[in-house]
Structure formats: C-alpha cells, structure tokens
C-alpha cells in the first residue's frame, strides 16, 4: 500500500515547483542546434546538474508564440520539467514563431525528434517523450504518426492542441 502511494506521489513536486511553492533545484541551460541534414534548429537543452545518461528525455515543442522557445511559459516549464529529473530539448521552429501554419513544420518537428534521440550522451533515448503546447501539439501528433518514430515514443502529452 505503501508503495502504491510513494509512485502515485511522484508528480507533487513537479506540480509545487509549477506553482511556485517549491524552489527549483538547479538546472543547466545550453544553447545548440537539433536537426537532419535539410536544416538545423536552434536548441535550448536543460538537465539536472547531474551527469546521468539514464535521465528520461522529453522533446518540448513550442506554442505559436512570438517568443518561440524564449516565452518564459515555455522556459519555466522546461526548467520545472528538469529539476523533476528529465533532460529537456526544445527547438525553436521559426514558422510557428512567425504565427504561419506551414506543412512543414510537421517535418520539422519530425527532424529534431530524429536528431534528438541520436543524442546519446545526454540521456537515455529509449526513454523519450514528445510534449507540445497549442496549435504546435497537432501538428507534433502529425509528426509521429510517422512509421520512422512511431514505435520508438515513450510518451506522449499534448495541451490545447487544435481538433476539428
């Protein structure tokens, strides 16, 4: 019973750290470049201060924000996401940026996800996770229906994305 309780608790700092009630641990942001050989998308990679390749990963996609991966939502989120034990890679798509809703972006998105789970020093990438916000959200589900990454996604969180 005990036990029960500890994994279904595992979520509660995450959410006070979201709320402002718990201090965020330190987290290390980097800035680098995610992508195929068609582009490469500027990257903000957060993790926890240590070195641990078995972290799960999550690639976060941005909302169609003017700030791209530089809202301070998204930031915070990344962050929080981080001190909970995850790495954390979001790219900037510079479409969804500019507010345009292009075909592309669904490659795009396709790409990094590609890319990031080449990233073997950084975390363990049979453990990683696709998370959006808004419009971008769809058009990430768009992404991995794709019989190259479909198999290998570990999780799967959307908010407010688009339905018709």
């Known amino acids: 019973m005990i036990r029960k ?5 595992k979520g509660v700092p995450f959410l006070m750290r979201t709320a402002g009630a718990l201090p965020n641990k330190q987290v ?8 195929g050989a068609k582009k490469k998308f ?7 201060p240590v070195n641990n390749s078995n972290l799960p990963g999550i690639l976060l996609v941005h909302g169609m924000s003017v700030y791209g991966i530089d809202d301070i939502r998204l930031v915070e ?5 981080s001190a909970s034990g995850f790495f954390v890679a ?3 798509f510079l479409e969804i940026k500019k507010l345009r809703i292009e075909e592309e972006s669904v490659e795009n998105i396709k790409e990094t996800y590609i890319s990031l789970k080449n990233e073997t020093k950084f975390f363990d990438t049979e453990r990683l996770g696709f998370f959006s916000v808004s419009f971008s959200g769809g058009l990430g589900l768009l992404s991995l229906c794709d019989e190259k990454i479909c198999r ?3 999780s799967v969180l959307v908010v407010g994305p688009y339905m018709d």
């Open 90 to 92: 979001t790219p900037e």
């Open 42 to 48: 500027e990257t903000y990679f957060y993790f926890p």
């Open 5 to 9: 309780i500890s994994k279904s608790m």
């Open 152 to 154: 290998d996604v570990r």
């Open 77 to 81: 989120l990344a962050k929080n996401l």
């Open 28 to 35: 290390i942001a980097r800035e680098g470049i995610l992508g």
